[in-house]
């Protein structure tokens, strides 16, 4: 009976996780409703997705008040009313890149290890200056402005250990904030741990936008953005 009874909780708890790391569609702030109390939001028409994996031990883009810092670059090609970012670790089994999708070599390498996983800490920033994608080469000496950040987010599904350290922001763009206006530029997505350590394993980092941006790229390295 004792048997039994552990079996049942042992299956529950896995299907508490499975259910735990399942990605709903990701809604955006424009035209948000509330009905019955409840948050009604449309899905983002533009959606980017971005597949990584961080090995144990790699070296960080950068140490910044003393945690790695890695980067993800995006060339957004016009002004948008609204971006929202969202990062999850692990990548859920529920999730699987498609073919319109970015998957990095060491996501694909490391496909199999759905056990490594890190409490996301992202920032969002736009590279003063560079409003042409063949000027992505300057990104190194330009001046970075941070629009916005997140650690933690109740909307976002609870990592394996039953916390919610995944991460969502929304940002709406205003005209009238140089810092806060969703202009044509280059951007980053900026990730590492809350707490000083390691960051490893898989993540799905996405983009969204309420209307389409055609033309938006990604990647690891600013100067490949002009290669694609």
């Keep these: 009976m004792k048997k039994t009874l552990l079996a049942i909780v042992l299956c529950v708890g896995t299907l ?4 735990a790391q399942k990605l709903d569609k990701f809604g955006a702030d424009l035209a948000k409703k509330s009905v019955m109390g409840k948050e009604i939001r449309v899905p983002y028409t533009d959606l980017t997705s971005y597949y990584g994996y961080i090995k144990p031990g790699s070296t960080p883009d950068e140490v910044k008040n ?3 810092m890695y980067y993800v670059y995006v060339w957004i090609p016009m002004a948008a009313p609204e971006i929202g970012i969202r990062m999850i670790s692990p990548v859920p089994d529920s999730a699987k890149p498609s073919g319109t999708d970015y998957v990095s070599p060491e996501y694909t390498a490391n496909a199999s290890d759905t056990k490594s ?3 996301t800490w992202v920032t969002f920033e736009r590279a003063e200056g560079i409003l042409r994608l063949e000027d992505v080469s300057k990104a190194k000496t ?6 916005e950040s997140n650690d933690d987010s109740g909307e976002m599904p609870a990592q394996p250990s039953g916390s919610k350290y995944n991460s ?3 940002i709406t763009s205003d005209t ?3 810092t806060k206006s969703l202009v044509m ?3 980053r997505i900026g990730f590492t741990t809350y707490k000083t350590g390691e960051v490893q394993g898989s993540f ?3 983009l969204g936008a309420p209307i389409k941006l055609p033309g938006v790229l990604v990647a690891v390295k600013p100067e490949d953005l002009v290669k694609k």
Excluded: C, E, H
Excluded at 16 to 19: D, L, N, P
């Design 117 to 119: 996983f890190f409490d």
């Design 66 to 68: 003393g945690k790695k």
């Design 176 to 178: 009238s904030n140089p």
């Design 142 to 147: 330009a001046k970075w402005v941070t629009i």
């Design 185 to 187: 530029g280059l951007y």
């Design 16 to 19: 508490s996780i499975a259910t």
């Design 204 to 206: 799905l980092a996405q």
């Design 168 to 170: 969502l922001m929304r």
